[in-house]
């Protein structure tokens, strides 16, 4: 049976899901034109015709949102909504192989499907074998992918960021290293998705379930920021750099870096069990991406790096270690 946190959790997220194809729905009926305007992608004749589908995904809102209030009754429409989800994006790709639609349109794809994968399946796989797999492995599928993502910045991204002062050198190598630049901001956005449910995974484990959906929420709202900054990144770049790139680096390096951490602060404080080494090291990580996140804002290059590096050290060994500690924790025998 699902836990209590975990349904808190989904209603959350098909609260969410109901909330954004409401104003999807309401945006593409009401001003049909402006979507292809956003992606400065030519309107097709009859641009009202695209009040349809948006009729359509705002019905889909209002299912979710009999998912959130009837979770018991959740499974069909949230198994629909994913098969939608899935199959989104493989007509996405066929008409960018096409040519018809340039890659910028990447950013909807993001937020109207791919964001939806992870909770929606792992809440039809709640009460299966795979789905209590799932959630035993998060620290160290978190811990991994960060880990990758760390590599991939070194060796793949850095000639494209801020590490490089010329606008002009970044694009170029932007636009000579394409595949390995949007591949290794897809596992960027794939880390992200990790540290989020993370989060969630740790939260099921303190006592207060209030503080554990509070952090959630933070963390998701630093997702939102990141996933946005990468996927301008992958969809824009190296064609909008000097106007983009700036935008993208605050979404990421300054809003949702210091959600991320205010949200490891809220689970830390609620988290006693958390003590002597591992509290300093946890500590030590939260004031890493404080640093980020200021370095990032007042524009300091050298800051950023400095600090990125040390986050990145100090979190993805302590996600492994700190979640085999409370796994360990959890089986233990309880005191006869």
Known sequence: MTSDYRAKLYRLVFGLAAIYDLAFGLWACRWPRSLFDSVEVASPNYPALW???????GLYGVLY???????????????VGLAGKILGPIGWLMVINSGKWPLRT?????FNDLIWWLPFGLFLLDETRFGKWLRR???????????????VMLFSLRGGTEAISSFAERATYIA????????????WMAAAVSLVAFFA?????????????????????????????????IGWLPARIETLAPVGSLLTGCAANGLYTIAGVILTLATPSIHGVLRVWAWA????????????????????????????????PWVAVFGWKLQHECHQPAAA
């Open 137 to 151: 492995i998060t620290p160290w599928a978190c811990a991994t992918i960060n880990a990758l993502a760390a590599l």
């Open 285 to 316: 990580i939260w004031t890493s991406g404080f640093a980020l996140t200021v370095c990032t804002m007042i524009g300091s290059v050298t800051g950023m790096v400095v600090s990125t590096t040390a986050l990145m050290l100090l979190l993805c």
């Open 106 to 110: 990447f950013t909807l794809i993001v």
């Open 176 to 187: 000579e290293h394409a595949v390995s630049w949007r591949t290794g901001w897809a596992i």
């Open 65 to 79: 949102a009999y998912a959130a209030y009837r979770i018991d009754r959740a499974a069909p429409i949230i198994s």
């Open 201 to 233: 995974w740790w939260g099921a484990s303190i006592r207060s379930t209030r503080w554990g959906i509070v952090a959630c929420v933070v963390a998701i709202l630093g997702l939102a920021c990141d996933l946005l900054a990468e996927s301008l990144f």
């Open 51 to 57: 009040s349809c589908p948006g009729m359509v995904i």
